[in-house]
């Protein structure tokens, strides 16, 4: 059977800077080892597949794959699918949102067009709680983090669907030019049930965003993530908790990817109820069929 399929750029302000994914538009009928043995061959850091809400106030539903299993929530999937939904006539606008279900419940999906047609999508992400904040000195965390230079805010552990470890640095070029100890954030992810650790540092003077953010993935591989919504969703909430949001009316820029080759840009609010939207651009790069 022949599926329509997408694949997109998100979190891009130009072909080729942003995180990639496929889209699988007609989901029904696929298992979950169909699905994943998909997601296994597209080789993308997550495959989404589209299938009728359930629920007759939701848009769609969404099921999420990395090549080796089944995410409960990602950002840039999120915002991707949206873009890729409203593309295909499958999402219907109620007040400026989509409503997306999933493992992690219904989420709105925030939908602006500008004058150009550009849209920016934003995602209501699951509310994050602090599960604990160390010193740099912990046993756990001594070691991902030895030779950084640490800003003020301690190490904290954050659980936000998806759970970061979070360090700042004291500034940006220090941030960039970081060697991740490897083998310790992956013993790190592996021993606290976390994704790895994402290291921010507020960005250089005279730079277009306020904020630059590396997230390095420990579990269940080894890699830095080129454009991480969700992890970005989590460091927004920690630093809301400690009254240190950059940018202006808890709305800020945020770079990432530029050290594995990408330049994403993420944008990035806290509303006045506390709610963290992650968002930003989507290009489609790739439109055609799967037979699978």
């Known amino acids: 059977m022949k599926r329509r399929f997408v694949q997109l750029d998100v979190f891009a302000d130009r072909p080729g800077a942003g995180n990639p994914l496929a ?3 007609d989901g029904a009928g696929l298992d979950d080892a169909a699905m994943q043995a998909i997601a296994r061959w597209t080789r993308l850091p997550e495959t989404t597949f589209v299938f009728p809400a359930n629920d007759p106030s939701s848009s769609y539903r969404i099921r999420i794959f990395s090549p080796r299993r089944e995410v409960p929530f990602a950002g840039h999937p999120s915002v991707g699918t949206a873009h890729a939904a409203l593309d295909a006539g499958m999402g219907r606008l ?67 669907g998806r759970r970061w470890w979070l360090a700042g640095i004291t500034d940006e070029s220090t941030l960039r030019a970081l060697e991740p100890a490897w083998d310790a954030i992956a013993l790190l992810a592996t021993s606290t049930g976390a994704m790895g650790l994402c290291a921010y540092a507020a ?26 919504g969700a992890a970005n969703a989590t460091l927004a909430a920690w630093l809301a908790l400690n009254d240190a949001l950059p940018g202006r009316n808890g709305r800020y820029l945020v770079s990432q990817g530029r050290e594995v080759g990408f330049d994403a840009r993420l944008q990035l609010q806290v509303d006045a109820d506390g709610e963290v939207w992650s968002g930003g651009h989507a290009r489609t790069i790739v439109r055609g069929e799967i037979d699978w």
């Open 203 to 228: 960005a250089d003077a005279g730079q277009p965003y306020d904020l630059v953010v590396r997230a390095f993935v420990g579990a269940p591989a080894c890699f830095e993530d080129a454009a991480s």
């Open 23 to 25: 889209v699988v538009l």
């Open 94 to 160: 109620r007040n400026g949102e989509l409503m997306q279900d999933g493992l992690a419940g219904r989420l709105p999906l925030r939908v602006d067009t500008d004058a150009d047609g550009m849209r920016t999508i934003a995602v209501r992400t699951p509310r994050a709680r602090l599960v604990e904040r160390v010193a740099a000195c912990d046993a756990r965390i001594a070691p991902a983090v030895a030779g950084m230079r640490l800003g003020a805010l301690p190490p904290a552990l954050m659980d936000g």
